[in-house]
């Protein structure tokens, strides 16, 4: 290892020169394969952030997905259920515990999740590497490769895949900084430990969460800890299932969040499920399509004729009315938020997407309305007294 790694170029091909540093001592980072640029590292370490503290919190390897400085989805491995395998579209893979985080966290938001970045928490295994190898991903960082998880992922983007290991025994200083048009800014790093003694003060009528909540809840607030602020995440199953980031209104975050959430249960309904796709059909171009049809626009795709490149035959459109019933099945969803809700509206909106726990930071002006909006719907919400922002 050194203490310095020249980079191609900064955020933008014109910002020359670009180098990652260490003031003292070595960088805690090898680059085992491929050459990782600005944005890439930048990832790199916020991602790995994420799935150490998740590994530390539940016990359960980990993984992310990132893309500019945000996940799309992170995740704990759990075993998938055979839905989830088939809409991740692993189920003609076997999966190790650290495989099924990846695949979790990359089927959040498979959309988001092209050309992203790759975290794990544990060392990676041949599973994973095979998980990774077909789909578009810019690089990974892990604490440690097999033999054969190398050399798969060696072959992978004509052998200019981005493989960087990072100890984990690494301490960042308690301090940091960065520059910002030339003056430099210096705060203590955030190291907060998000656990369950921040979901104790419940402040609704519904007093009850369930373990399962209380795991997901914990997932939802490390995740919003490295997502560009104003950030929102709802979670479930082991799983961030929508992240709403970079948003300049709390609503926006949580209807961003929230339709994301609702692509991830929709993408479950039978009727995609049972799409008749092409056999060529390109994987992108197969989530693409999903999306599509998902939404409103495939009226639009039927009118035209475009249906025929990707399907053997013409789907019915899943209707708004079968949208709306099969969402409506959608419960026991938890949602947490880097800063206070400011108004009842972002409750409203949550509970189209089956949100039934909530934890936020609370002291708004308007907690008691936000608090009689969870008390209407039955949502347990507790006050965490914490605020996420990240920037």
């Known amino acids: 290892m050194a203490n310095q790694l020249e980079l191609k170029y900064g955020c933008n091909p014109n910002q020359k020169p670009a180098r990652i540093f260490m003031q003292a001592g070595e960088l805690p980072v090898e680059v085992l394969n491929g050459k990782p640029g600005y944005i890439n590292f930048l990832d790199a370490f916020n991602s790995w952030q994420l799935v150490r503290e998740l590994k530390a919190a539940t016990g359960l390897p980990s993984a992310a997905s990132f893309k500019h400085v945000s996940p799309a989805g992170a995740a704990v491995g759990l075993p998938l ?11 003609d893979l076997a999966l190790s515990p650290v495989a099924c985080a990846y695949a979790r966290a990359r089927g959040a938001d498979r959309m988001s999740s092209y050309g992203d970045w790759a975290a794990l928490s544990d060392i990676c295994d041949a599973e994973t590497a095979t998980l990774l190898a077909r789909e578009v991903s810019d690089g990974i960082i892990a604490p440690g490769y097999t033999e054969e998880a190398l050399a798969i992922l060696k072959t992978k983007r004509k052998g200019g895949y981005n493989v960087v290991k990072i100890d984990p025994d690494y301490c960042p200083a308690p301090v940091e900084h960065k520059d910002v048009f030339g003056i430099t800014f210096e705060q203590g790093r955030n190291e907060l430990e998000i656990s369950g003694a921040l979901l104790e003060n419940l402040v609704t009528d519904e007093k009850e969460m369930t373990e399962d909540a209380k795991r997901d809840l914990i997932i939802a607030l490390i995740t919003l800890k490295y997502t560009q602020s104003n950030s929102v995440c709802y979670a479930k199953g082991g799983q961030a299932i929508g992240v709403g980031a970079g948003q300049q209104s709390r609503i926006h975050c949580t209807r961003l969040a929230g339709n994301k959430a609702d692509i991830w249960y929709l993408r479950q309904h039978e009727k995609v499920l049972n799409l008749p796709f092409k056999a060529d059909i390109r994987r992108p171009d197969r989530d693409n ?3 599509v049809y998902i ?6 795709v039927l009118a035209d004729g475009a249906w025929q490149q990707f399907f053997t035959e013409c789907p019915a459109p899943l209707t708004r009315e079968e949208k709306r ?3 409506d099945t959608l419960d026991g969803v938890s949602l947490g938020s880097d800063a206070f809700f400011p108004f009842g509206d972002n409750i409203e909106r949550a509970h189209r997407s089956g949100v039934r726990y909530i934890a936020q930071p609370g002291g708004s002006i308007r907690d008691d309305h936000v608090i009689e909006t969870c008390n209407k719907y039955g949502i347990a919400m507790a006050f965490t007294g914490i605020r996420l922002f990240h920037h």
């Open 81 to 91: 259920t055979e839905t989830e395998k088939k809409i991740y579209f692993v189920d």
């Open 289 to 291: 399509t999903i999306d």
């Open 295 to 300: 939404s409103d626009d495939y009226m639009d």
């Open 325 to 327: 019933a099969w969402l």
